[in-house]
């Protein structure tokens, strides 16, 4: 077998002295959320890797900040850091998460992250 | 040899997992990723880590409300005070593949009480708070966290009013959270040595609060057995 020829340390040269997620900074362009947007997170496919979780999907929560910029991890798995994307952190109501939580703790919340691709506008 | 003199093995048992990472960590070296040196001294970085960088950026902010703002909104800045370097500290330059250079710094108020898990894995921000402890990396508290906290607090010894807000953040991404907690009261004119000591780990999680008197180097008394073993050999 030939050997591969790919660059295995592309990462480490492009971060190094700067950081991750800070080396990806700039490339993704403009956010399309903003603080305080509604939004839905996707029920996309996900056979070989994802960082989203399967409780939130489909549920609608509020966009509490754009955090960094950086490769969805689906991509990153396999070495692609071709397209960054928008992360974001979203609050969720554990009521709209979970249907039978007690409504005595209505004022209780999820906040968790997501790339750009998983959220909707709701 | 006869069955009953077979030497113990020097190791009882090997998790799957273990020997993944030994398998991984040896093609990786053969592969020139990293050399066996490296991964020693990363070794020996992560093990010199511990909570009290944490502990000093949480006594500072609530002594100074200009750290407290910078401490919220750059997190990774505001570590460089207690000296933690999430970029230039780990011997890679650029953090690791799982600690990212990103930290938040969750306020607590009164009214809202945040508490950290990672419901994936057990991502961590180690740079700044050290090993993880074992409970967190269960299952069972990273299923249980985000489907029933005020239980899961309550197992913690921590009960909340039902007018408190719990905010789970769960670190499923690149960002790293510690909790600011509230300034307990009866700390009034302390020093921040002083205040660093009550902010013990669960306090930085959050699945617990800081109180006056108990830290975590606190001096346990240390109590005879009721039935001594003598050795006599």
Redesign the interface.
């Known amino acids: 077998m030939s050997k591969s020829q790919h660059d295995?340390?592309h990462h480490?040269k492009k971060?190094?002295?700067?950081?991750?997620?800070?080396?990806f900074k700039g490339e993704a362009g403009r956010a399309k959320f903003k603080v305080g947007d509604r939004v839905r997170v996707k029920d996309l496919p996900d056979i070989f890797y994802s960082?989203?979780?399967t409780?939130p999907r489909g549920a609608v929560g509020t966009v509490t900040m754009p955090?960094?910029e950086?490769p969805a991890?689906e991509d990153e798995a396999w070495d692609n850091t071709d397209k960054p994307e928008w992360?974001y952190?979203v609050?969720f109501r554990?009521k709209d998460?979970?249907p039978d939580y007690p409504d005595?703790?209505a004022?209780?919340?999820?906040?968790?992250?997501?790339?750009e691709r998983w959220l909707e506008k709701a | 040899m006869s069955e009953q003199h077979k030497p113990a093995p020097m190791v009882d048992e090997v998790s799957d997992f273990e020997v993944l990472e030994m398998a991984v960590r040896e093609l990786a070296i053969e592969k020139g990723l990293f050399s066996a040196e490296d991964h020693r001294r990363w070794t020996e970085y992560v093990h010199s880590l511990g909570p009290l960088p944490a502990a000093r950026l949480v006594a500072k902010a609530w002594l100074d409300p200009e750290y407290k703002k910078l401490a919220v909104t750059d997190g990774v800045k505001a570590s460089l005070q207690v000296g933690v370097d999430w970029i230039n500290s780990p011997p890679t330059g650029f953090g690791t593949p799982s600690d990212y250079c990103a930290l938040r710094v969750l306020e607590d108020t009164p009214k809202l009480k945040h508490v950290v898990v990672c419901t994936l894995c057990s991502c961590y921000p180690r740079p700044i708070l050290g090993q993880s402890p074992e409970w967190y990396r269960t299952p069972n508290y990273r299923r249980r966290l985000v489907r029933w906290p005020r239980q899961v607090l309550a197992e913690f010894g921590l009960q909340l009013a039902p007018d408190v807000e719990i905010r789970v953040a769960d670190s499923n991404q690149k960002t790293r959270y510690i909790v600011l907690p509230v300034r307990p009261a009866g700390t009034e004119g302390w020093t921040e040595e002083r205040l660093a000591e009550i902010v013990t780990r669960d306090c930085l999680i959050g699945v617990a609060v800081p109180k006056p008197g108990v830290t975590a180097n606190a001096k346990r008394p240390v109590h005879p057995a009721v039935h001594p073993v003598h050795h006599g050999h």
């Open positions: 295995r340390t480490a971060a190094t002295g700067i950081g991750d997620p800070q080396c960082r989203t979780q409780y955090v960094y950086s991890p992360f952190s609050k554990q998460l979970w005595l703790y004022n209780d919340t999820v906040e968790t992250e997501f790339s």
